[in-house]
């Protein structure tokens, strides 16, 4: 094992591919309340957050609580109604957590969704037990607030310098900075490598097996340069 203990990661875009969906049941939720459509890249750049501040961004116009719930409420239908065949873990994803715990990483999760929306995929996936601890937005502090990683360092009694964070927004890694945890930035969700540089990743990567064969590396005592781009 590397000198990290802790592996956090994110949800969506990080380990499942549900990015598309996301975008699509916003796009729903507008038509459906007759606000004006915002462009994919502005609706990815807000995937994250939790749902309520994501939809404060989108739609600042939207301050009536009755069209705000209505909104939420849209999205979520759209958004379960495609999740009917639950997005698929991005490739490699399933034998990596594997290795990780076989090697004896602790494994967390620190998300920007419901906490009955993330207990619904795991369930769906057999892995309620499968995960250290979870964090979700609407328990704790919505990203990038370092409260839900505050928390899982907490539960885990790891301290900062020994735990990693691994997203694909650039809350994500604002999120670890703020609670000193260095950073992954993966480069095929929501935003790309380029601009995800910018908060001082430790890693960037474009597949997720990448992060096991640099983890393996560091274990190994080999040369690694911050910021490096594997890929």
């Known amino acids: 094992m590397s000198d990290y203990e802790l592996l956090i990661f994110d949800w969506d875009g990080t380990l499942v ?8 049941s916003m796009h729903w939720a507008a038509d459906s309340c007759g606000l004006a459509r915002r462009g ?68 967390a999760v620190a998300t920007g969704k419901s906490r009955h929306g993330l207990q619904r995929v795991l369930a769906g996936r057999g892995w309620l037990d499968y995960f250290d601890v979870t964090r979700c937005a609407d328990e704790t502090a919505s990203k990038p607030n370092p409260l839900m990683l505050e928390q899982i360092l907490g539960h885990c009694g790891i301290p900062a310098e020994r735990a990693l964070m691994v997203g694909d927004s650039s809350f994500d890694l604002q999120m670890a900075r703020y609670a000193g945890v260095d950073s992954v930035a993966v480069g095929y969700g929501a935003q790309s490598l380029a601009a995800l540089r910018e908060y001082g990743p430790a890693l960037a990567i474009d597949n997720f097996v990448e992060l096991h064969a640099w983890l393996d590396r560091r274990a190994d005592g080999q040369p690694i340069e911050v910021g490096e781009h594997v890929g």
């Open 40 to 107: 994919d890249a502005q609706v990815k750049g807000i995937i994250g957050l939790g749902l309520p501040e994501a939809i404060a961004s989108l739609h600042p116009e939207l301050v009536e609580p009755g069209l705000v719930e209505r909104f939420r409420r849209c999205y979520s239908e759209r958004y379960l109604a495609l999740e009917a065949q639950p997005s698929a873990l991005f490739p490699g994803v399933a034998e990596a957590l594997e290795m990780f715990r076989a090697q004896g990483y602790r494994l």
């Open 17 to 24: 591919d549900s990015i598309g969906r996301i975008v699509e």
